[in-house]
């Protein structure tokens, strides 16, 4: 967990607030990030009911591939409870070698999954 998670939630706020579209409100007393109707592509979430971590959760294509990216990496990725059984994916941000590329690489899919037609076509996707 991190001692001061402020710091993580400004480059995860930076990072989701960067992509078309994106604002962010809370939602169930954590930030969440969301596009166009309301559809959330991210959370932050910090000692989520006294877990311990320091995370950010983002959608993924389905179980499967939650399923895979747990296997590639259990010290990263995990599944969080409540969304996880939706697909969704929890990533560490409380490590110290916390590989920001990937993490904003994994919030760019997310927004991705969730982004309505005209906004994948203008951002070339």
Do not use: N
Request: aromatic share 12%; with cysteine.
């Amino acid at each position: 967990m991190s001692p001061d998670p402020s710091v993580e939630l400004a480059r995860i706020r930076a990072i989701c607030l960067a992509l078309p579209e994106a604002a962010e409100r809370p939602s169930h007393g954590s930030p969440g990030f969301f596009i166009a109707k309301g559809k959330f592509f991210a959370y932050f979430w910090h000692d989520h009911h006294g877990d311990g971590i320091t995370a950010c959760h983002v959608k993924t294509s389905g179980r499967e591939e939650q399923a895979m990216l747990v296997e590639m990496d259990p010290d990263f990725y995990f599944v969080p409870p409540y969304l996880g059984p939706s697909g969704w994916i929890g990533m560490r941000l409380d490590q110290p070698d916390s590989d920001w590329d990937r993490i904003a690489d994994r919030i760019a899919t997310s927004w991705a999954l969730v982004a309505p037609r005209r906004l994948l076509e203008r951002d070339g996707r």
